[in-house]
């Protein structure tokens, strides 16, 4: 099915964002959310997406308005009516969800494909709360959305190969590119980085490092940003909800760090509330030092651990492993779904967790792990199919197989 218009419920950062990006593919799009001052935002910040690009050089503003023009907002469902496909972006909450999807049903054609931004929650459950779960599908973008280039492709239990196809290449009209994800909690890219994110958080309330000094190491690894800097951009508030979600769904392994529970009672949600992990404005980090002060005395963690780059990169590795083991993608799109979506690198390198093992070698990151589970316990338990491999010889690169083979 060819998709002529598109619709997004919910007109907030990742709303927008996912509307700019269908209105620069040239297709008309309506932005929806609960009142007119909302959906005014939003389209204020897709004129500011454009705007820049105006600035840069990179369109003139005659082709912007042309593009703003396909911009329709509302606070009601008008302009529903002949959409081929609609992307919700609400909240991160499964009733809200469930609830908008029983709403587009009673408005949309049967032939409306009812997509999801989900970071994590089951598009299955979201189905079932709609009469066409071979319709519903999870379209997850990344932010920001328009410049991102991952989009992850999650099927539910019901969801049709018609529109798995349909939204691959949707996705495809947009510039992006699509991965195509088995349904698991955080799916793919998000079920990675969590562990990765929640260990420099450990390390921060143990007093390993501070923020400051995690954030510069994982930088001269070769991240494009630290996890604080990166986790104040994503939201805190987001952060959470997905960390308490995966713990719900994994158990120990992910059990997240209590600072996290200290910054959302706090209201420090990054930088859309300028205090998070840092200060922005004129806010300062002195509130977490606090935090992290009392949390030690709450004997909540231990103190006088040692940060190392290997306790935040480890687990992400073995994420990787588990999710290959279950087949929830290949070895190919885990490297590249991490890649485009989440920019991660060694050095100068693009490199995915899989690939990194193996340039690591395997055994090495068998050793790592097990020296981290005797210090810090079973959310470095080392995957089963990591074991399997180094016992039958398959070291990584220097060796010529590991998760892929290499030419010796």
């Not at 912007?64 to 959409?83: H, I, P, R, S, W």
């Not at 050095?347 to 690591?360: N, S």
Request: hydrophobic fraction near 45%.
């Amino acid at each position: 099915m060819y998709i002529f218009k598109a619709a997004v419920v919910g007109a907030g950062a990742m709303g927008s964002g996912i509307a700019q990006v269908i209105t620069y593919s040239g297709l008309p799009v309506v932005l929806k959310d609960v009142n007119q001052e909302l959906v005014d935002r939003g389209i204020e910040t897709i004129r500011r997406i454009y705007q820049s690009r105006v600035d840069k050089g990179r369109m003139s503003p005659g082709e912007m308005q042309q593009k703003m023009d396909l911009v329709t907002g509302t606070a009601t469902y008008e302009g529903f009516e002949d959409v081929d496909i609609v992307i919700e972006a609400v909240p991160e909450k499964m009733s809200i969800k469930r609830q908008v999807f029983a709403e587009l049903e009673q408005v949309c054609p049967e032939q409306t494909i009812f997509a999801s931004n989900t970071s994590a929650l089951s598009i299955s459950e979201m189905a079932a709360a709609t009469r066409r779960p071979h319709k519903v599908i999870g379209m997850h973008f990344f932010n920001p959305a328009h410049v991102m280039k991952l989009v992850e492709v999650i099927p539910g239990l019901d969801t049709s190969q018609e529109t798995i196809d349909d939204v691959v290449m949707f996705a495809e009209s947009l510039r992006k590119i699509p991965v195509v994800v088995q349904e698991c909690p955080g799916f793919l890219v998000n079920r990675l980085l969590m562990p990765y994110l929640n260990e420099a958080a450990w390390a921060l309330s143990e007093g390993a490092a501070t923020a400051a000094e995690i954030d510069a190491a994982m930088t001269a690894f070769g991240w494009p940003m630290g996890p604080f800097t990166l986790m104040d951009m994503l939201g805190i508030d987001v952060c959470y909800d997905v960390g308490a979600y995966l713990y719900s769904e994994y158990g120990e392994r992910m059990a997240p760090a209590p600072i996290f529970e200290a910054l959302h009672q706090a209201g420090r949600f990054g930088e859309k509330t300028s205090a998070g992990f840092y200060g922005y404005g004129g806010q300062t980090d002195e509130a977490v030092r606090q935090m992290i002060a009392e949390i030690q005395a709450s004997g909540k963690v231990r103190t006088g651990t040692e940060f190392s780059v290997d306790r935040l990169m480890m687990p992400m590795i073995n994420e990787a492993i588990l999710c290959l083991t279950e087949h929830i993608a290949n070895v190919n799109d885990i490297d590249m779904a991490c890649i485009a979506g989440i920019g991660m690198k060694r050095g100068e390198e693009r490199m995915g967790p899989l690939q990194l093992a193996d340039e690591i070698g395997l055994d090495v990151v068998l050793d790592k792990l097990e020296s981290l589970e005797k210090e810090f316990g079973s959310r470095f338990h080392p995957a089963r199919l990591l074991r399997t491999k180094v016992r039958a010889g398959h070291l990584g690169r220097k060796v010529g197989k590991g998760f892929r083979e290499y030419t010796t």
